[in-house]
């Protein structure tokens, strides 16, 4: 059978079917070319990602990162051929890292025929950044759907603060595909709870109930009740029993779409492997080649020519640009156009969408950033940390953000007049509260994120854990993130082992992209702020302390402004030329300022390095770092509570470690500072130990 120049000649319903079945042969064949990948669930789902995408979704491929365009999210991202298909289709076209839409297309048939290779377009999956069109990067199971509901909150914040009357500049929905795995994730319950709660209607996950995941059957381990779960969590809950009805799930999207209060939740009952005779509905059809004669007989089942490999008819391109092409077009013209009379008559309004789209920041965004005074007593970390917030909050109107349920410990809570709560009733709210959810909070951030919103999370430092996998999507996507991380070290004292970071600081120190900061009194914390929110294309942590840290009289020591190169030389010998290094970050930084004092005061030549940064400080040229830890200086030592892994970068071979070997313990702070030998005098003792002056 030949399938050239039929178009002309079909029906609508033909043109449909025809469209689904090259979304289907075009990820068999390429799985097939690559020798590896996930072909059944794009052949069970081409029916609703057509349906989500022709006749449903307001998306221009000309411009894909048009503000108010829909968005869709696959959270099963192994199911990636759907999406590259798509795009593929659409004629959707690149954009570059300046935002600049080129003329290009996104996504190749040649990138296509290199799936999964080496610089293709059309990678294992779905990778923001590196292919326009996506709008998050999924794979892990769960980020997706947890990440969609950073993007609904964004559209209720930006639609409330920036609609007017007749200015509907924001009214964008979310759809998202998930499948079994994807349900089966802790991080999706807590995502979909807050959903629920926060009554998010512009969000739709629509569940591939295949029954079925890699182990086999889902009757192995996953047999809850997951439309009564949903109904609970206070979504509406709708079902679509054949995922080949174009019509039945276009229905159900309507109703999605009519729905008020309530996020919607579609389960679709489908078949893994559609149209395989041997391995539909076999978990042999999630993530291996079909084999070339399975190809075969499959592309007979789909009246396809059998022979015929990434076969594009003729028609299908067309199809899809009178659909989704069309409706996004002249969605996204009429959109340009309402928003030229809106910046006619809110220019500022329409300015600070114009800055948030770039990342930039507004002018003036540091005037309420603080000066603390110098104060022997000091300020904790994450007091000096909810000062700035607030001022940064009151000077960027689209930063906002929240705590896991520990906003008065984190001090992270927006206290100024007007700030208020984000609730359904009350969207344009700048505090989140995320419940006790550190996981979902981290996936909502980086939805927020990736929605241009600038978003911060918060919760004890020890829980970072609980919200890694996300945190680490950030860097991977390269987002502006921001989680403040109080109860550094073991400032939690009584609390105990449970609750002392220590090998924390490590982990993330070990993913490639973010930058950790802990600064080590208010004016570091201030400085680090200013450094974090100039950044447009990482996230960063900042690790603060519970405890208060003295706040260094500047005049003596080095400007706090160091922070900003990671690393830098707070005090020196007189004349400088030291023979010792000390090196700290955080709390010890004081505790290292005191025994350099009381080296000096013995005679012994020795610097202060406050380091909070090693990421920006080793992006620093090698004179610099060389000016900060002088090569011929081998007397080095790090002070850190926490895990000494790593530091030997920093001290060498010679230098010593005071850091952290094993748990913390249950106690009061000095007595935890006495028993792991976080004391002025240990520090100088090792110091002299180096020199050979004990
Ligand atoms: C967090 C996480 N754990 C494990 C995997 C590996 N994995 C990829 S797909 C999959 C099974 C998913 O089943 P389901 O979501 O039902 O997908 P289907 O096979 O039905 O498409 C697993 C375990 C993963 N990608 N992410
Ligand atoms: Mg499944």
Redesign the pocket.
């Known amino acids: 059978m030949s399938l050239t120049n039929v178009a002309e000649t079909m029906t609508e319903s033909e043109l449909d079917q025809l469209s689904v079945d090259t979304i289907r042969t075009l990820a068999i064949d390429a799985v097939q070319q690559a020798k590896s990948g ?1 072909p ?2 794009p052949m069970a789902l081409a029916p609703l990602v057509f349906t989500i995408w022709n006749r449903m979704m307001r998306f221009d491929p000309m411009d894909p990162i048009w503000p108010n365009r829909d968005r869709f999210v696959l959270s ?1 991202g ?2 990636s051929m759907l999406l590259w298909s798509v795009l593929h289709l659409t004629g959707t076209r690149a954009v570059n890292a300046d935002y600049e839409r080129l003329g290009q297309p996104s996504v190749s048939l040649e990138d296509i025929r290199r799936f999964r290779q080496i610089g293709s377009k059309a990678p294992g999956h779905p990778e923001y950044h590196w292919v326009s069109g996506v709008e998050t990067t999924t ?4 980020q997706g759907v947890a990440t969609s509901v950073g993007m609904a909150i964004a559209q209720k914040w930006l639609a409330e603060r920036y609609n007017r009357p007749g200015f509907a500049i924001f009214d964008y929905d979310i759809y998202v595909v998930c ?4 349900l089966m ?1 802790g991080v999706a319950a807590e995502a979909a709870s807050l959903a629920g709660h926060l009554g998010l209607d512009n969000l739709c996950w629509v569940y ?1 109930n ?1 029954h ?3 182990e086999g059957q889902t009757s192995l381990a996953f047999t809850e009740d997951v439309a009564t779960r949903f109904l609970a969590y206070g979504w509406n809950v709708l079902r679509v029993s054949d995922a080949n009805d174009l019509d039945r799930i276009q229905q159900a999207l309507g109703v999605f779409q009519t729905t008020k209060a309530r996020p919607t939740f579609l389960i679709l009952d489908s078949h ?1 492997g559609y149209g395989s005779p041997h391995k539909q509905d076999s978990a042999a059809a ?2 291996e080649p079909l084999g070339d004669e399975e190809v075969r007989l499959t592309k007979r089942r789909y009246e396809w020519p059998e022979e015929a490999q990434f076969l594009v008819p003729d028609g299908v391109r067309e199809h899809f640009a009178a659909g989704v092409g069309a409706r996004g077009a002249a969605a996204r013209s009429r959109w340009t156009a309402l928003f030229a009379s809106y910046r006619a008559t809110y220019p500022e309004l329409a300015s600070e969408i114009d800055q948030m789209q770039r990342r930039d920041l507004p002018a003036g965004w540091d005037r309420n950033l603080p000066v603390f005074p110098a104060d022997a007593k000091g300020i904790a970390g994450r007091d000096a940390s909810g000062k700035v917030l607030n001022g940064l909050a009151q000077s960027i109107p689209w930063f906002l953000g929240g705590s896991a349920d520990l906003g008065p410990s984190n001090k992270t809570t927006l206290t100024y007049d007007g700030a208020g709560s984000f609730q359904a009733g009350n969207p344009g709210g700048k505090n989140l509260h995320f419940g006790v959810r550190e996981h979902a909070m981290a996936a909502v951030v980086n939805g927020l994120s990736l929605s241009k919103v600038r978003a911060f999370g918060a919760t004890f430092f020890i829980f970072s854990d609980y919200a890694r996998p996300a945190i680490r999507l950030s860097a991977l996507m390269e987002l502006p993130t921001i989680f403040v991380f109080t109860h550094d070290a073991l400032g939690d004292g009584e609390d105990g082992p449970t609750h002392q970071p220590v090998e924390h600081l490590a982990s993330l120190r070990a993913i490639p992209g973010l930058v950790t900061l802990r600064p080590g009194d208010a004016n570091e914390v201030v400085e680090a702020y200013r450094y974090v929110m100039q950044l447009r294309h990482q996230p960063a942590v900042l690790v603060l302390s519970r405890q208060p840290l003295p706040t260094l009289d500047r005049r003596i020591y080095a400007p706090a402004a160091g922070v900003a190169r990671g690393a830098y030389v707070l005090a020196d010998p007189p004349g400088g030329n030291p023979e010792v290094v000390l090196i700290a970050s955080g709390s010890e930084l004081s505790l290292a300022v005191q025994a350099h004092d009381r080296l000096l005061a013995e005679g012994i030549r020795s610097r202060v390095v406050s380091m909070p940064s090693w990421e920006i400080f080793d992006h620093q040229t090698e004179a610099y770092r060389d000016s900060v830890l002088p090569p011929t200086v081998k007397a080095r030592v790090a002070v850190e509570q926490a895990s000494t892994f790593g530091w030997e970068r920093y001290v060498g071979s010679s230098g010593h470690v005071i850091g952290m070997r094993t748990f913390g313990a249950s106690a009061p702070l000095k007595a935890l500072q006495t028993k792991f030998g976080f004391e002025p005098d240990r520090v100088a003792a090792v110091a002299k130990e180096l020199l050979g002056k004990p």
Do not use: V
Request: hydrophobic share 20%; with cysteine.
């Open positions: 996930h059944g669930t099963n192994h199911a794979g892990p199971l769960g499948g079994d795995g994807c994730e591939d295949n079925i995941t890699i893994i999630h993530g």
